[in-house]
């Protein structure tokens, strides 16, 4: 199978920064988009930055000028660089990846997500 391994989550004061990272394993022909997604107490999961296998991007209005999102495709892995960060950034952030696999002769996609890192923004 495929496991989002997220890191790089925790406490941090306004105005600070973090740098989140998601690993991408397993069963994998190649990683195709790959997302961060935050989720506030309370709301629904919202999407924060998007990023295509050759690295066009697109970002939430809220996060536009503040956050980063790149990618190593020969580790599978996404970040989010987090600058001036607000305590309304607080939120779980989850990793999400449309993933290519293959099978015998059959190539098929799934999508996946993270389990989830904390970050915490204390005003």
């Known amino acids: 199978q495929v496991q989002l391994v997220e890191s790089g989550g925790g406490l941090v004061e306004a105005g600070g920064s973090l740098r989140l990272a998601c690993v991408v394993s397993g069963n994998i022909f190649s990683v195709r988009s790959m997302a961060w997604y935050y989720q506030a107490p309370g709301k629904q999961r919202e999407l924060v930055a998007t990023?295509?296998?050759?690295?066009?991007?697109d970002y939430a209005d809220s996060v536009k000028g503040r956050f980063t999102i790149s990618r190593d495709n020969a580790k599978n892995t996404v970040y989010l660089q987090m600058t001036s960060l607000k305590p309304e950034d607080t939120a779980v952030y989850y990793c999400?990846?449309?993933?290519?696999?293959?099978?015998?002769?059959?190539?098929?996609?799934?999508?996946?997500w993270g389990q989830g890192t904390q970050v915490t923004v204390s005003s």
């Open positions: 999400n990846a449309d993933v290519s696999q293959k099978s015998g002769l059959y190539y098929y996609s799934n999508n996946y």
């Open positions: 990023i295509s296998r050759t690295g066009d991007t």
